[in-house]
């Protein structure tokens, strides 16, 4: 069973948990996060969902995501989801996130971060992740349009890589 802190809308913990999978009650929300790591070549490392994971089975994703559980920091969540889901070990103390996403019932932190990662040294998570690659924005774009990659905003794609090496929404 896996507890979620309950926040209020303004993102303050509201020092109640709740257990994942139940439906969150009105002015609820909790906290989810995404890792995007980018090479030097300007590639974002996406991932393969498993064949048998419960919610887009084998479609591609984002390099890691997750919500955190009670006791996760938004830090500490992406630093656990990205070494759970790909065995990568990045400290996230002293990284904010690029992007927060406001959704329904939540908060979605979003991590952009620059690191050429060989792909042999990753260890994928058996129940999550079944395969890793190097994609490129159009390469992204592509699978999306032929529903092979989770169904995100395309508009959201492109800021994620307008976005992968600098901070805030002036070209500079």
């Given at each position: 069973m896996e507890l979620w802190d309950v926040y209020d809308i303004n993102r303050r913990k509201?020092?109640?948990?709740?257990?994942?999978?139940?439906?969150?009650?009105?002015?609820?929300?909790?906290?989810?996060?995404?890792?995007?790591?980018?090479n030097s070549?300007?590639?974002m490392l996406i991932q393969q969902r498993q064949s048998f994971k419960e919610g887009w089975p084998n479609l591609w994703d984002l390099t890691a995501g997750g919500s955190a559980v009670a006791g996760d920091t938004s830090q500490t969540a992406a630093q656990r989801e990205l070494q759970e889901e790909i065995g990568l070990n990045i400290d996230f103390q002293h990284i904010r996130p690029h992007l927060t996403i406001n959704f329904e019932n939540g908060f979605d932190d979003i991590y952009l971060i620059q690191e050429d990662v060989p792909l042999h040294t990753l260890t994928l998570q058996y129940e999550e992740v079944q395969n890793v690659k190097w994609a490129s924005k159009e390469e992204i774009l592509k699978l999306i349009k032929n529903e092979e990659f989770l169904p995100y905003y395309e508009s959201l794609i492109h800021l994620l890589f307008d976005c992968r090496d600098k901070r805030g929404t002036i070209q500079g």
């Open positions: 509201t020092e109640r948990t709740w257990i994942r999978g139940k439906e969150l009650e009105p002015g609820n929300f909790h906290l989810v996060i995404h890792v995007c790591i980018f070549n300007g590639e």
